[in-house]
C-alpha cells in the first residue's frame, strides 16, 4: 500500500530532519576529533585551531536550525552549545588541569549520547511514518504553510495576560469577594 500525499510529505519532512541531525552529529565528532587531536606531537597547531573555530560556529548554526525544527523532537543535552562557547579555543582547553579536560571530554560524551538518541527517535518516527502509521510532527507543515521560525513569545505574552484575565473577571463576577475586589480596586485609584 502506497502512501497518500499527507504521509509522504510527513515521510520526506522526516527524511530531512533525520539528515539535519546526522550532520549535526558529524558535526560534533568532528569537533571532538580535532580537540583531541591538538596535544599530540608534531600536528600543526594553528591549522587545528583554525579547523576548531569554523567547526565551533558551523556547530552554532546548525544547532539553532536544528532545535527550531526539530521543536518538540528536540531532545539534545541542554549543556551541548555551553561546551561549543566554553571551549573558546584549543591552546586554552589544554592550558587548564587534566581534570578540567577529562570534565570536558566527558561533557562532550553525554552530548554525544544525547544526540544519538535524538537521533534513534527520529529514525523510528520516520520509519513507522514510512510504514503508514500516523505519527505527529511538531510544525505547521501539515497544514500546507510554511514551518514558522521564532520564540512564539508575543502568543505567549497574550496567553499569559489572557488568562490572568479570565481568572480575574470569575473572581469578579463569580465570587462574593467580587464586591471586595470591587472597593479594594476603587480605593486603589482614589475612586
Not at 569554523?54 to 541542554?78: C, F, M, N, P, W
Not at 566554553?86 to 562532550?108: D, H, P, R
Amino acid at each position: 500500500m502506497g502512501l497518500n500525499k499527507k504521509q509522504q510529505k510527513v515521510a520526506t519532512e522526516l527524511e530531512r530532519r533525520v539528515e539535519m541531525l546526522r550532520e549535526f552529529m558529524n558535526d560534533w565528532l568532528l569537533f571532538n576529533q580535532i580537540m583531541s587531536a591538538y596535544p599530540s606531537p608534531g600536528v600543526n597547531k594553528a591549522q587545528l585551531e583554525n579547523q576548531f573555530l569554523k567547526i565551533k560556529s558551523k556547530l552554532a548554526r546548525e544547532h539553532r536550525v536544528l532545535q527550531e525544527t526539530l521543536q518538540s523532537d528536540y531532545g539534545l543535552d541542554g549543556n551541548t552549545m555551553n561546551i561549543v562557547s566554553g571551549a573558546t579555543n584549543l591552546e586554552a582547553i589544554y592550558t587548564q588541569s587534566e581534570v578540567a579536560v577529562k570534565k570536558l571530554q566527558t561533557e562532550w560524551h553525554r552530548a554525544f549520547i544525547s544526540i544519538n538518541e535524538t537521533l534513534g527517535a527520529l529514525e523510528d518516527k520516520k520509519a513507522r511514518a514510512e510504514q503508514g502509521e500516523k505519527v505527529f510532527l511538531p510544525s505547521s507543515i501539515m497544514e500546507g504553510t510554511a514551518v514558522k521560525t521564532g520564540s512564539g513569545k508575543g502568543l505567549k505574552t497574550f496567553l499569559i495576560i489572557a488568562g490572568i484575565a479570565g481568572v480575574l473577571a470569575i473572581l469578579y463576577f463569580f465570587t462574593p469577594l467580587g464586591d471586595m475586589y470591587t472597593k479594594a480596586f476603587q480605593d486603589l485609584i482614589g475612586g
